[in-house]
């Protein structure tokens, strides 16, 4: 089973910032929080990942609460071309890391 | 940097006939993951390969199986088909270690009649 809960749905207008939450209650110390997006008929796509610090990259920021038990990946600006299934992950590393998915949040951007 | 490589994209086989699939990884990759996704299961894990050795294994019959060359190119097979058996088929490689990501293929859309 997966251990994340995230809303099933949400959407945002075009150029705001999308923030979708999940929560991870019973994550690990070595568990690393991952988010993957799917766009129809495509492979999952990577966005980002960490441990316990933000992260940011060209895609999207992470933030992670202190207590590790959720977090929220922000599209600063959002665009038609983000509407997708957007899975929140947590995993282990190297020979246990093996993805969970659940059912992921869809995310509309509306123009 | 290619990405993942998956052949055939499409496949129609019938009930009974088995099918092989092919992953080609990202250069330097080891580790390679194969993943099923249907409308009613989402997507699941199947197994995972590093160096040529299968090293987790998901909650799939034994009809299911898979192995990797030492180019890290892996293929996957299922034996006699069922119906049930029409998902889409997604590999996914990484470096196999440390908390570097999978990154996936297109997958393989596979309809059993």
């Known amino acids: 089973d997966a251990k994340t809960t995230q809303p099933t749905s949400m959407d945002c207008a075009e150029g705001r910032a999308a923030n979708l939450p999940c929560n991870h209650s019973t994550i690990s110390g070595n568990e690393y929080v991952y988010w993957y997006r799917q766009i129809h008929s495509q492979g999952p796509q990577y966005i980002i990942h960490?441990?316990?610090n933000n992260e940011t990259n060209e895609m999207a920021s992470l933030i992670i609460t202190e207590d590790r038990k959720s977090s929220t990946l922000i599209l600063p600006h959002a665009t038609l071309r983000d509407t997708a299934v957007y899975y929140c992950i947590v995993q282990q590393t190297g020979a246990n890391s093996k993805l969970t998915f659940g059912k992921g949040i869809t995310l509309s951007v509306r123009p | 940097k290619a990405g993942v490589t998956q052949t055939p994209r499409y496949l129609i086989k019938t009930r009974g006939q088995q099918v092989t699939l092919s992953c080609s990884p990202i250069s330097g990759h080891r580790s390679v993951s194969w993943y099923q996704q249907t409308p009613g299961q989402g997507l699941q894990f199947l197994f995972e390969y590093f160096s040529e050795t299968q090293r987790n294994k998901g909650n799939f019959p034994g009809r299911f199986s898979g192995r990797q060359f030492s180019n890290s190119r892996s293929e996957m097979n299922v034996s006699t088909l069922e119906l049930g058996d029409s998902a889409l088929y997604l590999c996914?490689?990484?470096?196999?270690?440390?908390?570097?990501?999978?990154?996936f293929g297109d997958g393989t859309r596979l309809s059993i009649l």
């Open positions: 996914a490689s990484s470096p196999g270690s440390g908390e570097q990501p999978q990154h």
């Open positions: 960490g441990l316990k």
